[in-house]
């Protein structure tokens, strides 16, 4: 059996260091020359640790199972995959990992739903790759009286919710499906319901976190307000497991609402409906969703669901929350607004089966699009501005896509000036990830010149660290480096994701 898992270990480790293929760094840090120069003995005896202190069926070095927890058909930035996968059960258990890892100089990557976009656990530098999924993923402590409940990072959002379900109450982040609280944490996710319930980061008490060193700290104590110290948990919220691996999260948690329902409605541009929601904001709706699809993709929906009746045309998908004298007026003044703004017929739902069939657009158009294109690979991108310079974003974006060869479309969290332009792609073909490459650099450019951001919910990751500079500024990035240079000195968490490269 040793003469098997010390083979099996040296191959992981030799993987590592001979597969170099895709990828796309221009310049190598000095941490990353630092890790590939460790040797191989390195990795060997963290893995006969790591054996020492986990179940033997809790450390892996299986190529399927490490390419599972290093690359994603999601992301186009697959960069390496990690020597070893580890399935720890509890905290103490991960801060034995980290140490080990800490005394190797070994990279430690931490994973959770593998939904993320922007090559968050791609693994360049080889490492630990931490699986949460397995065996932390479960309810610690819930406190139905204070609104809160502590969980493990490996719990998916919807599984969540549905325990939450019977209690009357829910927990109103909703990214892709799939995804898991760590990663959530992690990338301060959002989704649909963000323009009236906010961030992740709003969402979060406390974190209970493992430091490079092993350390364990808790961020701070369970009450809604503090103000004691350093807020320690919005430090690590969107930090992208480059300071330290989160083992629990305390999260609020909301009422269900009395009435929830949708509604619909088409307009002549985009334009025109992207105008309606500075209004919606002046008027005092607190809309609980609202999202703009444009004539593209609505083409695509009608051909993934024709049954649904919608129009080829820019349309605006809203939910309401709330009680329902609350969600009928607001359902009224909606109903004016999207007039006065050359909207077409204004359906909404009477009933859950309508909610549902009103919705189903906006839920399925991502799998609708790809019917835009044979063989097509979708690059999901993601920026936002201010609400007022949406329609000029999505009327520039318009423009530069109407220059190229592929297919665009694409859906926004209209009410928050959140932005996905969706590049349909062969990669077979030459050229076409070299277009889809370029569309992308132009949208981020063209939202940092509107005073908007690289992304609005999906993260930095490896993907757009190059150009975070270009947003927040050297004097800012420096100050993101100090900081992660004082909690992880050697490196190790995370390595080369979030920021820029230190020149």
């Known amino acids: 059996m040793g003469g098997l898992t010390s083979a099996a270990a040296l191959g992981a480790a030799n993987y590592f260091y001979n597969d170099k ?12 020359k630092r890790f590939e120069e460790q040797n191989k003995t390195a990795i060997q005896k963290a893995f006969y640790e790591l054996q020492e202190l986990l179940p033997a069926e809790h450390v892996t070095v299986d190529e399927e199972t490490l390419q599972l927890h290093g690359y994603s058909d999601n992301s186009y930035h697959n960069e390496g995959v990690p020597n070893i996968v580890v399935f720890p059960s509890n ?9 080990i890892a800490n005394k190797w100089d070994i990279p430690i990557i931490a994973f959770s739903g593998g939904t993320s976009l922007e090559g968050h656990f791609t693994a360049p530098h080889g490492g630990i790759c ?17 609104l809160d409940i502590v969980v493990q990072p490996g719990i998916q959002w919807e599984n969540l919710n549905a325990q939450l379900k019977e209690h009357g109450l829910f927990f109103p982040m909703d990214p ?3 995804a898991c609280i760590g990663g959530m944490v992690g990338t301060n996710c959002s989704g649909t319901n963000a323009v009236r319930w906010g961030t992740m980061r709003e969402w979060v008490i406390n974190l209970t976190v493992v430091l490079p060193d092993g350390k364990i700290i808790k961020t701070r104590q369970r009450p809604r307000k503090t103000s004691a110290g350093y807020d320690l948990t919005r430090l690590f919220v969107g930090s992208e497991g480059t300071l330290g691996i989160v083992t629990e999260a305390t999260l609020k948690l909301a009422v ?3 009435e929830e329902t949708v509604a619909v409605c088409d307009f002549p541009s985009v334009r025109d409906a992207a105008a309606v929601v500075p209004d919606l904001t002046r008027a005092g709706v607190q809309i609980g969703a609202v999202e703009l699809l444009d004539d593209q993709m609505m083409k695509a929906v009608r051909m993934a669901s024709p049954q649904l009746g919608y129009e080829e045309k820019p349309t605006l998908f809203f939910k309401f929350v709330g009680s329902k004298a609350q969600t009928e007026h607001e359902i009224k003044i909606v109903k004016d607004l999207v007039k006065k703004h ?15 069939e009103l919705w189903e657009g906006r839920k399925t158009c991502l799998w609708s699009a790809t019917l835009l294109k044979e063989n097509a690979s979708i690059w999901t991108t993601d920026v936002v501005v201010p609400v007022s310079r949406l329609p000029e974003l999505i009327a520039e974006t318009k423009k530069d896509v109407s220059e190229s060869n592929l297919p665009c479309p694409f859906a926004g969290h209209a009410g928050d000036g959140n932005f996905h332009l969706f590049i349909l792609f062969d990669k077979n073909i030459p050229g076409e990830f070299e277009e889809a490459t370029r569309l992308n650099q132009n949208l981020i450019e063209r939202a940092i010149k509107m005073e908007g951001s690289i992304t609005g919910e999906h993260g930095v990751g490896f ?15 420096d100050l993101m480096w100090t900081i992660k240079n004082a909690i992880d000195p050697k490196g190790i968490m995370n390595p080369g994701k979030v920021l820029p490269d230190q020149e």
């Open 91 to 99: 905290t103490e258990e991960v801060s034995h990992i980290v140490k």
């Open 176 to 178: 892709g499906p799939g």
């Open 342 to 356: 050359k909207g077409g017929q204004f359906k909404y739902a009477s009933t859950q089966k309508e909610k549902d």
């Open 256 to 258: 269900r609402p009395e």
């Open 21 to 32: 293929s895709n990828n796309n760094n221009n310049t190598v840090p000095q941490q990353a």
């Open 130 to 146: 931490i699986s949460f999924t397995e065996h932390m993923d479960q309810v610690v402590e819930f406190h139905p009286d204070d």
């Open 463 to 477: 993907g757009k660290k190059k150009y975070l500079r270009a947003e927040l500024g050297d004097n800012t990035i």
